[in-house]
């Protein structure tokens, strides 16, 4: 009996499970994550798996929501953005600064017409010192030309000129999307650069930890759109990982229920992430999936993901009150439980006055060394100091206060994490669940509602009750599930903007899990949600939650076997898949262009425009498929055409889109393979 290995590193807990050739789970794992070293966590978690088993393993399949969570969160490498004939209209369009900084964008003179044609030379001088300034401040460059996806000769250029002056990671956005509209493509290359030192990082730890238990199997990480490749093209193209988890978990809800049809809602540490099923397979988005506030465009499955999970940060927003998210921090149970010193300090905390530092405790998150490299003395220092341990912030800010000061800019760094009250937290004191620190909990629970009374003025909890607030923390957390499912299913039906749709959810979800608890005689409405598709509810904290959503919003509800290793899988079940889009528009009477990836082509005919486009895409697409880990490939081929009929006959032709399609299975190790590299490792 051969296996394959699959293992999911979220936020929290990374996962390993063993699954055989009939696709059956035969041994899982969990283990806290390490972000500060991922080795630590991936190998405990394959420490508990059977070493005789792991021997025969043939196929290693990754997946992570490392770098969805980056995206909810807003936290990423530092890079520098380089853009060939944008404007300033279109870099505020794409929120670039905001989510990078003043600095690390920069304008260059260059681009491209709707046609391909060169609008304007590329201000070479000006991209080389712009590259030079920024080579030793970030960890890696993104690439995007104006119209670069009907001539990516400007970004090419670009991205040879990143090469040769900094070796550094560079990446272009013709690469990444093959649709038009600037802001969002710029955009996307920005984040999928912030994400290559977050997958390096994972593929370089889980390579540490293969080759110390001599497993030589081949290693695939799982897509944002379900399918698989290779640890070599994730590196490229690391922004397609970033539904990586989601995707997984809807392959492994799938596996684990044997339902066909069904609303899969994973809910991880950090995010939620809710996807409907259905005939099998999840409903894919080529326009790019909404990811917490942004929507890059990445083909995948059409997830609905937000900031809310069991790690989130329970806190006081002004007129809204109490809200969860998306800010995950450290749980305090889960605090206690690794640092157990600091339980006396939060019994000192119960004592004295409330203030808004209490339950903060400062820790090392993950190192990035450009950042490190940059850090001025007063937070190099702090860093230096995070070594040691956690440090609780209030009690730095009364004897230390610059320290204090260098610790905050560290966690909006993303260098650091803050500890908090959360609904992992207030599910210990409930005894929902209890593999943490419940004492911990309980005592968090208490400083929290004496902030929230005290400082904030919300809530009127007698003092020392940890239940009560416990009890509406939950509570609020169910009620945010039930809307956002609502909200999901709104996005679903594809009718609703963001905007519109969330309003209307909260009005639907007050109706809907009110109806829940109480009958109204003679209502005019009567209203359900998803009559037809139950919940598969997966990941570590869904027991503690989903019954209630379930009960509330009267829906199934099916919690498998395994659901909280869901991820890991769904990360061996899928197959490689490559997709390449290329467009035929006619810019001139009797011209039909192909916009192909060295540049324009014109044709005189339709046809032949056709037959070629098809050719290279097939090409392409294959050859990806193969680069990516694909044994042998099949390929399919989709024409769409966009035409406005004008009589009888003629046809006023503006555009066709050819989409080659290549698939197959990975490739696996060969039997035995990973006994002869140990054999051959203990003779050497």
Request: glycine share 10%.
């Amino acid at each position: 009996m051969s296996y394959f290995l699959g293992i999911d590193t979220g936020g929290t807990y990374t996962d390993a499970v063993l699954v055989d050739e009939t696709h059956q789970v035969v041994a899982a794992a969990k283990s806290l994550t390490t972000r500060h070293d991922l080795t630590v966590g991936i190998g405990a978690a394959l420490g508990q798996l059977p070493a005789e088993r792991l021997r025969a393993v043939r196929l290693v399949s990754l997946s992570t929501t490392l770098t969805t969570n980056a995206v909810v969160e807003g936290k990423g490498a530092a890079v520098c953005v380089l853009l060939a004939g944008y404007n300033e209209q279109q870099v505020s369009a794409s929120g670039l600064r905001e989510l990078l900084g003043p600095d690390s964008v920069v304008l260059l003179a260059g681009g491209h017409d709707a046609g391909g044609l060169e609008r304007e030379p590329l201000d070479e001088a000006a991209a080389r010192q712009a590259i030079l300034a920024n080579r030793d401040k970030v960890s890696a460059f993104a690439v995007s030309a104006l119209f670069g996806v009907r001539n990516p000769t400007h970004e090419l250029k670009l991205r040879d000129m990143v090469r040769a002056v900094t070796g550094k990671p560079v990446t272009c956005g013709h690469e990444l999307a093959s649709s038009l509209g600037a802001p969002r493509r710029a955009m996307t290359v920005a984040l999928n650069a912030r994400m290559i030192p977050h997958v390096e990082h994972l593929i370089d730890s889980v390579r540490h930890i293969l080759a110390e238990r001599g497993i030589a199997a081949p290693l695939m990480i799982v897509k944002g759109d379900g399918s698989l490749i290779n640890a070599e093209s994730a590196l490229q193209r690391p922004v397609g990982t970033v539904l990586s988890g989601p995707a997984a978990s809807v392959m492994g809800a799938c596996a684990l229920s044997g339902l066909s049809d069904a609303i899969v809602a994973d809910m991880g540490g950090t995010t939620t992430d809710i996807a409907v099923v259905r005939n099998g397979q999840p409903d894919l988005s080529f326009d790019g999936a909404l990811i917490g506030d942004w929507q890059p465009m990445v083909e995948a499955v059409r997830v609905y993901s937000i900031g809310l999970g069991g790690d989130s940060e329970v806190r006081f927003n002004g007129g809204a009150g109490m809200v969860i998210g998306p800010r995950r921090v450290v749980p305090m149970s889960l605090l206690a439980d690794q640092h157990p010193q600091v339980l006396p300090r939060l019994e000192w905390q119960l004592r004295e006055s409330p203030n808004p530092r209490h339950n903060k405790f400062v820790l090392r998150l993950q190192p990035d060394a450009p950042l490190l490299s940059q850090l001025p003395a007063d937070e190099r220092r702090a860093w230096d100091a995070l070594a040691a341990g956690p440090i609780e912030l209030d009690r730095a800010t009364q004897e230390d206060r610059p320290l204090a000061r260098a610790l905050a800019r560290l966690e909006r760094k993303g260098l650091a994490i803050y500890s908090g009250f959360t609904p992992s937290d207030a599910a210990h004191v409930l005894g929902l669940t209890g593999h943490w620190n419940s004492a911990a909990a309980t005592l968090a629970a208490r400083i929290w509602a004496r902030q929230m009374r005290w400082v904030y003025g919300h809530g009127g909890w007698a003092d020392g009750d940890a239940i009560t607030p416990s009890r509406e923390v939950v509570q609020h957390v169910t009620e945010s599930i039930g809307q956002r499912l609502i909200e999901a299913g709104l996005h679903d039906a594809g009718r609703l903007d963001e905007d519109r749709s969330r309003k209307l959810a909260r009005l639907l979800a007050e109706m809907i899990l009110g109806a829940g608890d109480t009958e109204t005689p003679n209502s005019l409405f009567a209203l359900r949600f998803a009559p037809e598709l139950p919940v598969v509810a997966v990941g570590a904290p869904a027991a503690s939650y989903y019954p209630e959503v379930a009960r509330r919003l009267g829906i199934g509800l099916h919690l498998p076997k395994h659901a909280e290793v869901a991820n890991a899988v769904g990360a061996v079940m899928g197959k490689v898949t490559q997709r390449v889009h290329l467009s035929i528009t006619q810019p001139a009477r009797g011209t039909f262009r192909v916009y192909a990836k060295d540049g324009p082509q014109d044709f005189p005919e339709l046809g032949a425009a056709i037959a070629q486009a098809e050719r290279l895409a097939v090409a392409e697409a294959e050859a990806l498929a193969l680069e990516a880990g694909a044994a042998v490939v099949e390929t399919t081929v989709k024409r769409r055409d966009n035409n406005v009929n004008l009589d009888v006959d003629s046809d006023l032709f503006f555009e066709t889109r050819i989409t080659a399609t290549a698939t197959g299975r990975p490739r696996l190790g060969a039997i035995g393979e990973t006994l002869l590299q140990e054999a051959t490792s203990a003779m050497a």
